[in-house]
Each structure stands twice: as C-alpha cells, then as structure tokens.
C-alpha cells in the first residue's frame, strides 16, 4: 500500500527478514529501508546483493554501528541495544516474520520448538525503539492451537491452552498497540501462488487516537481491485503457473550452460510472453535473469516424475494412496496444475514438480511464483542434504 503521507509513514525495521522480499516490496510501495535482521548466510548474501549493494536503485539506510552480515536476533540485541534505543521515534513500521517451522501445518509443528518462541524479541525490540506501526507475518497455524483435536478439547479442564498468536497479541496490546489479525491470502492480489498468512497489524495508541476503531484489512481490501488494475492484472481471477513461468520451460528451447554451476544446463532465455511475466522482467529487455540452472535427475527419477505426472492429481498433494502405489516416503510432492496458482512454496525444492516437464522446479521459477522481480539475484550455494539440511537454507 502506497504511503500517501510522507510526514506520516516513512522508515521501517524488517527483522527475520529471510532474503528480502518483505523489504523489497515496502520499498517499491515508497519506503525507506534503514536495515534488515537475518541469521541466515545464504538469505542475507541475497540481502546484501540486492539491497545494500546493489545498482537496483533499493537500497537500506544502513547505519554505521551496524555490521553489514547475518546475526542473530538475541546477539543483535545484546551487541546494539544502546544504538537500538536511539532509534526511539525515528521508525515509523517494524516488520518481521518469525519463524514458522514450529507452527506450520506442513511440518512436525512442535509445540516446544524453541524458534517459537523468537518473537519475545521481535516485542523486545518494539518495546525499545517504539514505532507507529507493526506488522508481523506467519503462516495460518501460528492462529491454531498445538495438539488441538476435538478428542483432547472434551477432556481438558481448566485454563484453555492458547495458540501463539494470541500470547503475542496479548504482549503487544499490554505495550500499548491495537492489534488486527487477519488471514489475507497472496493469490487474491496478482501473485501466481494461494499462500495464506496470518498477519497481525498493530498501530500504537499513544499515537492515533482512535487506533481501536481503525480497521487497516478492510482498507487493504478496498484497494485490491485498484491495485491490480494499477499493475495490469486481472481483477476478476487469479493469475496461473503457466501464466508465470512458461516461458521458462525447457521444451523446444536450446539449452546452454549454466552461469551460475559449471556442469549444469539451463534455457537460452528468449522473453517474456505474459503481462505478469512482463510485469517480473520489468526493463530487463529480454536479459537473461540469474537462477535458472536446472537439476539434473536421475533416469529412474525422471522416470518416476513421468509416472506421477500421468497417474495423479495435479495442484494438490499426493494421497495416501497414491504414494503407497508409488513407493514413495516423501510426505508432500504436489503436481503443479499449469491452469490454477501454485500449492504454497517451501523451502524444500522437491515439494513441486513442473506442471508438465519431469523435473522440479528452477530457483527463478519459484521466485516467479513469489513474485520476485527478474532483476533480484539469488546468491549462496543450490542445495544441500544429510543433517545439514535442517540447519541450512540455499
């Protein structure tokens, strides 16, 4: 959403920034980034390309006290809490979305993932800095109770256990902030995939009056339709997979090496064939973006893919049934249906496969998907597996 007031909204904070895309998008609604707080070397290296040295034209107002490489949200606040404090009235929004591995639906969803608890200090860095807005970001299980089934709900007694997005609300409401949740889905403004997440806005009372009877979903909603116009978007139905990647597709294209991997191949990119593929290349003027090294399956893999592609249903997960025929351990593998948006990305590449190529995903094809600009570069290493794949993010 557009700041219309610079004197009102201006600068912003984005903590568990992940690779950026959070910041890049207030950037492009106009505005000021001072900095970004992420653990993460992989994330951060994209970070640091993109929007601290980058030629793009977004930039952070990064702050001399503070190191330009990944730190960890606790060491963050114990290295800078001075510099923290003088930040007092100078920030005007602090984003952030903590992770949600403990909470998503997708996952084992341990109620005592220790990352469950972070956002104390997503509080603990609102409480000192003191901005006018908040805006925290999860996935929908964040909202639901751990280990809630009707069976447990007959039986307990007593206090009634709540989910985590109460116990933060609570927090922030105690601070002194109105809070809206809301659950908004990115798919109903013009991004190719349905991802819904639950997002929690707070507006500070000290500041507005009348804070509590704001209501910034319903404002965010009576914009979609102009918004959508405004970047030449259908209003009326959602844009596809096939509408944001096929030009990416490797069928009938000469294939070359890639740039990014030696002994890897990727496509000779062409140009874009879509109005929302045109909107993600932007002024590239047919440029190839980075991140399109391919992988490079096994026969028996490619084989199984082909099955897959045939035999199941695409755009939704694999059933029971259909992995026990398959032999198949993996939890989630979704077809992609080139004619609906895309099953919500995760960070596990296999998740997906191409709608109608036997292969997974490209990087680029899931930056599509998220809708990260083709000229925002990709930095750090592909992949990784054994027990380093739970502890790294590529």
């Known amino acids: 959403m557009p700041c219309r007031d610079p004197e009102l909204m201006k600068k912003f904070i984005d903590l568990y920034s992940g690779c950026g895309g959070l910041s890049l998008g207030l950037m492009n609604a106009g505005w000021t980034g001072l900095f970004a707080i992420e653990k993460d070397r992989f994330a951060f290296e994209t970070i640091k390309h993109n929007l601290i040295q980058g030629k793009s034209g ?70 000192l800095v003191r901005p006018k807005f908040l805006m925290l970001e999860n996935v929908k299980g964040i909202s639901i109770e751990h280990g809630k089934t009707k069976r447990n709900e007959k039986k307990k007694r007593g206090r009634k256990p709540k989910p985590f997005s109460e116990r933060i609300r609570e927090r922030l409401e105690k601070i002194g902030y109105a809070v809206y949740p809301d659950l908004v889905k990115a798919v109903d403004f013009g991004v190719p995939q349905y991802r819904p997440r639950y997002l929690m806005i707070g507006v500070d009372r000290k500041v507005f009056e009348g804070a509590d ?59 874009p064939r879509t109005v929302y593929q045109k909107l993600m290349h932007g002024n590239l003027n047919g440029t190839a973006p980075n991140s399109l090294r391919l992988a490079r399956h096994e ?68 930056a599509r998907l998220q809708s990260f600009p083709d000229w925002f570069q990709f930095n750090g290493k592909y992949t990784t597996g054994g027990e380093k794949r739970t502890k790294e993010c590529p």
């Open 299 to 366: 026969e028996r893999t490619v084989k199984k893919f082909k099955r897959i592609q045939k035999t199941c249903r695409h755009g939704v997960q694999l059933s029971n049934k259909d992995r026990k025929r398959l032999g198949l351990n993996k939890h989630c593998l979704v077809p992609l249906d080139k004619d609906v948006p895309s099953h919500t990305l995760t960070t596990l590449p296999d998740d997906l496969l191409h709608y109608s190529e036997p292969r997974i995903l490209t990087v680029r094809e899931y």
């Open 58 to 127: 977004y930039k952070y107002q990064w702050p001399e006290w503070l190191p330009k490489g990944a730190i960890d949200i606790r060491r963050f606040i114990r290295a800078h809490r001075k510099q923290i404090a003088k930040l007092k009235g100078t920030v005007d929004l602090i984003v952030g979305g903590p992770p949600c591995q403990g909470f998503s639906m997708v996952g084992a969803r341990k109620k005592h993932d220790r990352r469950n608890t972070l956002f104390h200090h997503y509080v603990e860095i609102v409480t």
């Open 213 to 271: 009877r704001l209501d910034p979903f319903s404002l965010l909603r009576e914009q979609r339709e102009d918004f959508l116009i405004a970047k030449g978007l259908p209003k009326d139905r959602p844009v596809t997979v096939k509408q944001a990647i096929s030009d990416l597709e490797t069928v009938g294209r000469p294939l070359i090496d890639s740039v990014d991997t030696k002994g890897f191949k990727q496509i000779e990119y062409r140009s």
